[in-house]
Structure formats: C-alpha cells, structure tokens
C-alpha cells in the first residue's frame, strides 16, 4: 500500500465502491437495458462488465502498489460475482462476461502501470494537505 494519509478513508471508498459494483452486477438487468429488439445495442453488457472491471483496477491502483495482487484480488471477485449471477434466478451468467471481465483488468493493469498508478497519492497531495 502506498504512504496514504487517510488509508481508513480510502479502504472504506474503496468497500463502498465494491459493494456498488456488487450491486450493479447482482441487480435485474432490465433496471439497466431496454429489450424491446429495437434500441438494444450488440454486447452493450460485455462493454459495461468491461468498464466496470477496468474502473475498479483504476481505483484500487491508487491505494496499493502491487498490480499483481489488484490484479488478482479482482479477478477472484469477477468469478464471485459471476457465480453468485448463476445462483439468481433472474440473472444469467456466462463465460463472455468473465472475458469482458478480464478485459477489463488487463485494461486497467495496463494504464496504471504505465500512467496512474498511485493517483490518490498524488490526490492528497494537491488536494487534501495543508503545507
């Protein structure tokens, strides 16, 4: 973990921001998506499974410095999450949401290795502490 000033703040956004993503991908999908034939988009679901796995390796590489573990940890999490999908009678699961799932983390592993990695550091720095 990086040398953060408010670690307890970051851990609890940081459960906060899971157990909202926890939501999104447990919740009916048609909360979500219109299925009306006409307006759907083609892996329109890929595309946000996607977005939401790349976002969370964004966020979680900003508070720990090992990519290998965020990586892990989130990859864990997206077949938790899928198998739990499995469970609920009106979610369905399938094996192209655990690629888009992945897709997303290597996405992510791969910009924050090069680029922002650390950012809320960098946060605290411009923002939260008085010099």
């Not at 290998?68 to 990859?75: E, G, K, Q």
């Not at 864990?76 to 369905?92: A, K, M, N, P, W």
Request: overall charge neutral; proline content about 2%.
């Amino acid at each position: 973990m990086y040398n953060l000033k408010f670690k307890i703040y970051w851990l609890v956004c940081g459960m906060i921001v899971l157990f909202f993503c926890s939501g999104l991908m447990l919740l009916p999908t048609e909360w979500f998506f219109v299925n009306d034939g006409m307006t759907s988009i083609p892996f329109l679901d890929k595309v946000v499974h996607c977005a939401v796995f790349f976002s969370l390796v964004i966020w979680f590489s900003g508070q720990l410095r090992s990519l290998l573990v965020i990586f892990f940890f989130i990859s864990i999490y997206g077949f938790l999450i899928e198998g739990v999908q499995h469970l609920i009678s009106y979610r369905d699961s399938d094996w192209m949401d655990i690629f888009a799932n992945e897709v997303g983390v290597l996405l992510g592993i791969i910009i924050s290795s090069s680029k922002i990695s650390g950012w809320s550091r960098v946060f605290e720095d411009k923002f939260l502490i008085k010099k």
